[in-house]
């Protein structure tokens, strides 16, 4: 089994001329090349059965060090292939076995790749995530009236306490969702995605929202420079701009729903 | 766009900025949220469910080994983790604020009627 090759789908897109991929990368270490059936454009890397067939690849993910390399190499080429035209980035571990598999898959879904092949020429995706800025150091409660013991007074001091701290969480979450708002109305399509793990950002602080905008590529500029003006708007929440990104959150075909301002959103489906 | 997605810190930058600033690498949690998680959904011939694999596989890496000393810590996420559990999960800490607020509310009427009957029972004596 070691030494069979499979092929790893790294993105789909069309028109491609195979040339613009010379000297890329894919993540078994061997160059990506493609595969073109019904009009789209498949691009591949072929695989170690050994490293990526079913038991290994369920070991190997379970390993941060090789994930981190996998998922950096998959990005890499989704990102390349993304800066030569519109793409439909694939998820991580989509394997198949041969070029004819891929070409009946590229055939079966011809549909929902042409849609959101559609829906992503020209547009770029950019993710602004929120964190709740660090509070302000709070002046001393007053002393409380000596009508009641001192366990009640200190109770009802941590009581106030915690309400002015409630109150301060709050106002952030609201002016997050006004961030939210306001880039809503800049792009084309939205997407809200949960809060990062913080562990994994290694941030201290709250993540109140983590958003995806799908932003006509010629308006880029526009929408950088209001995320750096809603930046200095408010004192409760700190705002960080990545991108420019394939459209990783814009490629699935789900359902979706129209916010209060009017702009299709694609919400994450229950899980 | 001919440059590379990085993060970066909003002070001063616009996407015109990030071309001249070289390619720094994107950050991990951003690039794993995206490959796992996002991208077209299509069954390969390899079966493999990253829903399986993805939260707990990540999470638990960054968790101390053993869940009692995280839970001291105050590291409990996974009590309302949908994956794991069926309780309801909390998105921000607001609630976790105001959930002890209204508990320490209940401590403290009940600590001022605790004090009201033993000023009685003192008087009665």
């Known amino acids: 089994m070691a030494g069979e090759t499979v092929l790893w789908l790294h993105a789909v897109t069309r028109g491609l001329d195979p040339r ?12 990506v090349r493609t595969v073109e059936a019904a009009g789209l454009v498949a691009v591949v890397s072929p695989v170690d059965l050994g490293e990526f067939g079913e038991e290994p690849l369920r070991r190997n993910l379970e390993d941060l060090a090789w994930l981190e390399v996998v998922a950096r190499a998959h990005h890499d080429v989704v990102d390349a292939v993304g800066r030569a035209g519109p793409v439909v980035p694939t998820r991580l571990a989509t394997v198949y076995r041969d070029d004819a598999r891929i070409g009946t898959v590229l055939a079966d879904r011809r549909a929902d790749f042409s849609a959101v092949l559609d829906r992503v020429t020209d547009r770029t995706e950019w993710g602004v995530k929120v964190y709740a800025a660090p509070a302000p150091p709070r002046p001393a409660a007053a002393p409380a009236p000596d009508t009641t013991g001192p366990g009640a007074a200190y109770l009802r001091r941590r009581r106030e306490q915690l309400s002015a701290e409630h109150q301060t969480q709050q106002a952030a979450v609201d002016d997050a969702q006004e961030v939210h708002a306001a880039l809503s109305r800049c792009a084309e399509a939205v997407r809200r995605h949960p809060p990062q793990d913080r562990r994994l950002t290694g941030q201290a602080a709250t993540m109140l929202l983590n ?50 301002f009017g702009v299709v959103e694609h919400r994450d489906p229950p899980r | 766009m001919s440059h590379a997605p990085q993060s970066s810190a909003m002070v001063g930058r616009t996407p015109g900025d990030m071309a001249s600033t070289g390619h720094e690498p994107a950050n991990l949690a951003d690039i794993l949220e995206r490959v796992l998680d996002r991208g077209i959904v299509i069954v390969g011939d390899i079966r493999v469910s990253l829903l399986d694999i993805e939260l707990l596989t990540i999470k638990l ?20 983790d949908p994956w794991l559990t069926s309780r309801p999960r909390r998105p921000i800490e607001a609630d976790a604020a105001a959930d002890e607020a209204h508990a320490l509310e209940a401590d403290a009427a009940a600590e001022e009627a605790r004090e009201r009957r033993l000023d009685r029972e003192k008087h009665r004596a």
């Open chain 1, 211 to 260: 958003g995806a905008y799908l932003v006509g590529t010629e308006h880029s500029q526009q929408f950088g420079a209001t995320v750096a003006a809603l930046s200095g708007r408010y004192r409760t929440i700190r705002l960080e701009l990545t991108g420019p990104w394939p459209p990783y959150s814009f490629s699935t075909v789900e359902f979706s729903t129209v916010e209060d």
């Open chain 1, 20 to 31: 613009q991929l010379a000297g890329l990368i894919g993540v078994g270490g061997r160059p």
């Open chain 2, 61 to 80: 890496r960054l968790v101390i080994a053993s869940v009692d000393t995280a839970r001291e810590m105050g590291i409990d996420w996974w009590e309302y």
